[in-house]
């Protein structure tokens, strides 16, 4: 039973270029949620993606964006990039969102550092 | 106010000890919380859900819930040094599919 596989592992990137990180849930998971992670801190919402929609959006600006294709996997897209958007970018698959009760798996995330 | 809030320690207990870490929301209308574990390095590990109040136990964790003081705990019974780590509580609430973190509280154990 495949987990949740995130790609690449560790990015680097200059300021202003553009990003695309991936995601393939779990299987059996059709929702997959994309986490922002500072050092020190805990994981900052910023979007979810179910049915192919972003059906909820944490406090990210637009130049975050994101995708999510018929086989459930999920893309994140970054533009314009910042040095503060240097983070652990973390994907979490799950059931339904309103399977409230369920948990999320993550995957091993991807290191971006921007330059 | 940050919506959950946990101490960030560091938490210190001898090996074999009870480890107590605690947490606190503020949106009243949450109605799951979880326990994730994540070592340095390394992505979140799911431990523990809870929704009901009272305790929950699963082999050396127990979680606890009072949803009339909005807090959540975790105990971790006969702590081992693999149990050194960050422990991160989350909360979701019934009309959201996301899941809300506080920034973890650092857990070591001594042997």
Same mark, same amino acid.
């Given at each position: 039973?495949?987990?949740?596989?995130?790609?690449?592992?560790?990015?680097?990137?200059?300021?202003?270029?553009?990003?695309?990180?991936?995601?393939?849930?779990?299987?059996?998971?059709?929702?997959?949620?994309? *986490?922002?992670? +500072?050092?020190?801190?805990? @994981?900052?919402?910023?979007?979810?993606? =179910?049915?192919?929609?972003?059906?909820? !959006?944490?406090?990210?600006?637009?130049?975050?964006?994101?995708?999510?294709?018929?086989?459930?996997?999920?893309?994140?897209?970054?533009?314009?990039?910042?040095?503060?958007?240097?983070?652990? *970018?973390?994907? +979490?698959?799950?059931?339904? @969102?309103?399977?409230?009760?369920?948990? =999320?798996?993550?995957?091993?995330?991807? !290191?971006?550092?921007?330059? | 106010?940050?919506?959950?809030?946990?101490?960030?320690?560091?938490?210190?207990?001898?090996?074999?000890?009870?480890?107590?870490?605690?947490?606190?929301?503020?949106?009243?209308?949450?109605?799951?919380?979880?326990?994730?574990?994540?070592?340095?390095?390394?992505?979140?590990?799911?431990?523990?859900?809870?929704?009901?109040?009272?305790?929950?136990?699963?082999?050396?964790?127990?979680?606890?819930?009072?949803?009339?003081?909005?807090?959540?705990?975790?105990?971790?019974?006969?702590?081992?040094?693999?149990?050194?780590?960050?422990?991160?509580?989350?909360?979701?609430?019934?009309?959201?599919?996301?899941?809300?973190?506080?920034?973890?509280?650092?857990?070591?154990?001594?042997?």
């Amino acid at each position: 039973d495949a987990g949740v596989t995130q790609s690449p592992t560790h990015l680097i990137k200059t300021r202003g270029q553009q990003v695309t990180l991936r995601c393939s849930p779990k299987s059996g998971h059709d929702t997959v949620s994309w *986490y922002q992670q +500072a050092l020190g801190q805990g @994981p900052q919402f910023i979007f979810q993606y =179910y049915e192919e929609e972003e059906r909820q !959006r944490g406090n990210f600006p637009d130049r975050f964006s994101g995708h999510q294709f018929p086989n459930y996997s999920s893309e994140l897209n970054v533009n314009a990039l910042l040095l503060g958007d240097s983070a652990l *970018y973390l994907c +979490a698959s799950s059931l339904a @969102p309103t399977e409230t009760n369920y948990g =999320y798996t993550f995957g091993s995330g991807t !290191r971006l550092t921007v330059v | 106010q940050k919506e959950v809030e946990q101490n960030s320690g560091p938490l210190s207990v001898p090996e074999g000890a009870i480890a107590s870490l605690n947490c606190t929301y503020s949106d009243r209308v949450s109605q799951s919380f979880f326990w994730y574990r994540q070592y340095s390095g390394k992505s979140p590990e799911l431990i523990m859900s809870i929704y009901s109040n009272g305790d929950k136990e699963d082999g050396r964790f127990t979680a606890q819930l009072n949803k009339a003081s909005q807090y959540v705990s975790l105990l971790i019974r006969d702590s081992q040094p693999s149990d050194s780590a960050t422990y991160l509580c989350a909360a979701r609430n019934t009309n959201a599919g996301k899941s809300t973190f506080g920034d973890g509280t650092t857990l070591t154990v001594k042997p």
